[in-house]
């Protein structure tokens, strides 16, 4: 009985944060992909900024960056240990490992944009 009381809040919290975001930028929603997947670096970040991507595919991401003025100059992936300039203009690919589900974040080199990899 006390773990459903507990539960019940955080059934409610986890309704409003899907209902007040954009709902092609939840996981459950998206289409995985797979091949190529292209993110656009700009001044609000990275665009998409929540990939899913298809388990036991081979994707990779082709980052470009479309503007000067944008803090996300580089991409970082903590858990791939990759760490990579972004030119403007310049395509860069990082390969997903899909091999089994999990969810690879990803930043400018500052931690101020985010995004992630959902494979599933
Ligand atoms: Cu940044």
Request: charge should be neutral; hydrophobic fraction near 40%.
């Amino acid at each position: 009985m006390r773990i459903v009381a507990a539960l019940v809040p955080l059934a409610l919290a986890a309704s409003l944060g899907v209902a007040g975001c954009n709902k092609s930028d939840d996981p459950q929603n998206l289409q995985p992909v797979s091949g190529e997947q292209k993110v656009e670096a700009n001044e609000k970040g990275f665009t998409p900024s929540t990939i899913a991507v298809k388990k036991g595919s081979t994707t990779h991401l082709v980052f470009t960056r479309t503007t000067a003025d944008t803090c996300a100059t580089e991409v970082v992936f903590p858990d791939l240990g990759i760490q990579k300039e972004l030119p403007v203009g310049k395509p860069v690919s990082v390969d997903i490992p899909a091999d089994q589900d999990k969810t690879l974040r990803f930043a400018c080199g500052m931690g101020m944009f985010n995004g992630k990899v959902v494979v599933k």
